[in-house]
Each structure stands twice: as structure tokens, then as C-alpha cells.
């Protein structure tokens, strides 16, 4: 007969975990001896073995008693259902690993994908207003108007890919600030619409959603008004 004590350590476990095997029934808890000490005997530690070894495994406490006692084909279909469940853990502890990630970054709110074309926008010169900007219609679409977002997401993306398009976008942005009679407006804009032109036409979004969309740019410009009518 053996103590706690070498029982956990036999069993690779803590006193206090053995101990929480006894509150929860998962373990039978012995009578005390004339010393008033608990005794355990080699059954005891075996059992508690195959706890910590199921534990370990993943199984919930609540389904340990469950497989102790189970035949060999209630077994099998126990476990491959405590798997399943292990599975779609985990792929929720990847999907909140994916979010802290992007917390760290600062782009909680934006998928990977929007995320990422941001950063591009960052990369080629791109000014905080207009990342800003960016990032707070994206959040936006992204929630009101998924599919059509994911459509122009992917082809936004691609634009960005050609050196004429990063062009015109970093003056775009640059024009923010423009005086609305700048000469330099036509120019742009001309060049912008031509471009424009050799693109497929894409899906047209909801007049309601692209006023949202445009009140959630948070800004109006003198200049990019001035180009929208040339």
C-alpha cells in the first residue's frame, strides 16, 4: 500500500490533482488507516494512470468514467467523437490566433486577405490618411457586403500588382489635398479613366451601401469631388 503522495508521483500527477479525481468521482477514494493516512493500492495507481493518460489525451473529465467503462466498439466511437470535437477546437484556437496576430498588427477588423492590400498600400507610399481611409471602408464592406467585397477586394489587389495603377493611386491620394482648380486635376483624372477602361467591369454595388461606404472614408475632398465630374 502506497500514500498520495507516491501514488501522484508514480501516476506523474499532483497531490491536488488526485484529490480532484476523488471530488469528481473519477477516482475512488480509500478509508483511512489506523494512522488516520489514506492507503492506495497498485489498482488505485493504474486507474489513475489511465485518468491522466485519457486527460492528457483531451477527453473532458465528464467523459473519463464514460471510457473507463466502455467495451472496445463503445470505445472506438467515443474517442473519434471526443477527436472530432478536438478538431474543431483547435481550428477555433487557430482562428483566435489568427485575430491576436492581426490585433498585433493593428488589423483586427480586416481579413487576412484585406489586411494584407493594406499593407501594400503602405508598401508603395501611400499616405496614414489614405491607409486610414482604406482600412475603415473595408471593415465596413467586409461586413455589409461580403461577397461583392471579396469580388472587388481580390480585383483591387490585382490593380495593385501594376506599377501604372500605384502610380495614379499615389497621386490620387496625393490630390486629397489638391485646390479643386489645380491644373494638374484633368491630367489625372484622364489618365485614371484610361486605365480604368482596360479593367473587366465589375459587380455595381448598392447605391445604400456605396454611400455607406463613402461616409465611411470619414472625408470629403474639394479635388476628388472636382475629378469624379471631370
Given at each position: 500500500?502506497?500514500?498520495?503522495?507516491?501514488?501522484?508521483?508514480?501516476?506523474?500527477?499532483?497531490?491536488?490533482?488526485?484529490?480532484?479525481?476523488h471530488?469528481?468521482?473519477?477516482?475512488?477514494?480509500?478509508?483511512?488507516?489506523?494512522?488516520?493516512?489514506?492507503?492506495?493500492?497498485?489498482?488505485?495507481?493504474?486507474?489513475?494512470?489511465?485518468?491522466?493518460?485519457?486527460?492528457?489525451?483531451?477527453?473532458?473529465?465528464?467523459r473519463?468514467?464514460?471510457?473507463?467503462k466502455?467495451?472496445?466498439?463503445?470505445?472506438?466511437?467515443?474517442?473519434?467523437?471526443?477527436?472530432?470535437?478536438?478538431?474543431?477546437?483547435?481550428?477555433?484556437?487557430?482562428?483566435?490566433?489568427?485575430r491576436?496576430?492581426?490585433?498585433?498588427?493593428?488589423?483586427?477588423?480586416?481579413?487576412?486577405?484585406?489586411?494584407?492590400?493594406?499593407?501594400?498600400l503602405?508598401?508603395?507610399?501611400?499616405?496614414?490618411?489614405?491607409?486610414?481611409?482604406?482600412?475603415?471602408?473595408?471593415?465596413?464592406?467586409?461586413?455589409?457586403?461580403?461577397?461583392?467585397?471579396?469580388?472587388?477586394?481580390?480585383?483591387?489587389?490585382?490593380?495593385?500588382?501594376?506599377?501604372?495603377?500605384?502610380?495614379?493611386?499615389?497621386?490620387?491620394?496625393?490630390?486629397f489635398?489638391?485646390?479643386?482648380?489645380?491644373?494638374?486635376?484633368?491630367?489625372?483624372?484622364?489618365?485614371?479613366?484610361?486605365w480604368?477602361?482596360?479593367?473587366?467591369?465589375?459587380?455595381?454595388?448598392?447605391?445604400?451601401?456605396?454611400?455607406?461606404?463613402?461616409?465611411?472614408?470619414?472625408?470629403?475632398?474639394?479635388?476628388?469631388?472636382?475629378?469624379?465630374?471631370?
Amino acid at each position: 500500500m502506497i500514500t498520495i503522495g507516491q501514488l501522484a508521483r508514480y501516476a506523474g500527477v499532483t497531490i491536488k490533482a488526485v484529490r480532484h479525481y476523488h471530488k469528481v468521482g473519477l477516482l475512488e477514494e480509500p478509508a483511512r488507516d489506523h494512522s488516520g493516512y489514506r492507503r492506495y493500492s497498485a489498482q488505485d495507481a493504474i486507474d489513475l494512470v489511465k485518468i491522466r493518460t485519457l486527460a492528457e489525451a483531451g477527453v473532458p473529465l465528464a467523459r473519463v468514467e464514460e471510457l473507463l467503462k466502455a467495451g472496445e466498439e463503445e470505445f472506438a466511437t467515443s474517442i473519434t467523437e471526443i477527436d472530432e470535437a478536438l478538431r474543431r477546437r483547435q481550428e477555433e484556437i487557430e482562428r483566435a490566433r489568427e485575430r491576436v496576430v492581426r490585433l498585433r498588427q493593428g488589423e483586427l477588423f480586416l481579413t487576412a486577405e484585406a489586411a494584407a492590400m493594406v499593407e501594400k498600400l503602405r508598401k508603395i507610399g501611400v499616405s496614414e490618411r489614405g491607409i486610414t481611409m482604406e482600412r475603415e471602408v473595408w471593415v465596413l464592406m467586409q461586413a455589409v457586403a461580403p461577397e461583392e467585397a471579396a469580388v472587388w477586394l481580390a480585383d483591387k489587389a490585382e490593380s495593385l500588382e501594376d506599377p501604372g495603377f500605384q502610380q495614379i493611386y499615389r497621386e490620387y491620394d496625393e490630390a486629397f489635398g489638391w485646390s479643386p482648380d489645380d491644373p494638374r486635376l484633368p491630367a489625372l483624372a484622364k489618365r485614371a479613366a484610361a486605365w480604368m477602361s482596360t479593367r473587366k467591369e465589375m459587380p455595381s454595388a448598392d447605391p445604400e451601401i456605396a454611400a455607406l461606404a463613402m461616409e465611411a472614408a470619414g472625408a470629403s475632398s474639394p479635388a476628388w469631388n472636382r475629378m469624379a465630374r471631370l
